[in-house]
C-alpha cells in the first residue's frame, strides 16, 4: 500500500502564491509520475501537473508558467509551487502517483486551496 498525505493549502488573494507538498510512504520500490490534479465543485477531475522518474514534467495550459512541479526522491515528495493565483484556481488539490513497472495510481485526499478575488 501507498499513503499520500497532501499539505500546504489554504486561502490566499488573487495574485497570490501558495506551495502545495505531498509525502508519499508505504511499499514504493518506483513510481512512473507523480503530480497534482484538481477538482472544483461541480467540475471534473483535471490534471494539473506531473513529473515522471526521469524529472520530465507536464503541466496543464491553464498553469504554465505560473505553476512548478518538483519533487525530492530521497524524501519521497512532489511539490507545487503556484505563482499568480487567480480565483478560478481555486479547488481541491489532489496528490497522485502511479506506480512501476506495475501501474497502480495512488491519490491523496486532497488539499483546499481558495483564491479570492
Known amino acids: 500500500q501507498v499513503q499520500l498525505v497532501e499539505s500546504g493549502g489554504g486561502l490566499v488573494q488573487a495574485g497570490g502564491s501558495l506551495r502545495l507538498s505531498c509525502a508519499a510512504s508505504g511499499r514504493i520500490r518506483s513510481y512512473n509520475a507523480m503530480g497534482w490534479y484538481r477538482q472544483a465543485p461541480g467540475k471534473q477531475r483535471e490534471l494539473v501537473a506531473t513529473i515522471k522518474s526521469d524529472g520530465s514534467r507536464n503541466y496543464a495550459d491553464f498553469v504554465k508558467g505560473r505553476f512548478t512541479i518538483f519533487k525530492d526522491d530521497a524524501k519521497n515528495t512532489v511539490s507545487l509551487q503556484m505563482n499568480s493565483l487567480k480565483p478560478e484556481d481555486t479547488a481541491v488539490y489532489l496528490c497522485?502517483?502511479?506506480?512501476?513497472?506495475?501501474?497502480?495510481?495512488?491519490w491523496g485526499q486532497g488539499t483546499q486551496v481558495t483564491v479570492s478575488s
Open positions: 497522485y502517483l502511479r506506480t512501476w513497472p506495475i501501474a497502480t495510481d495512488y
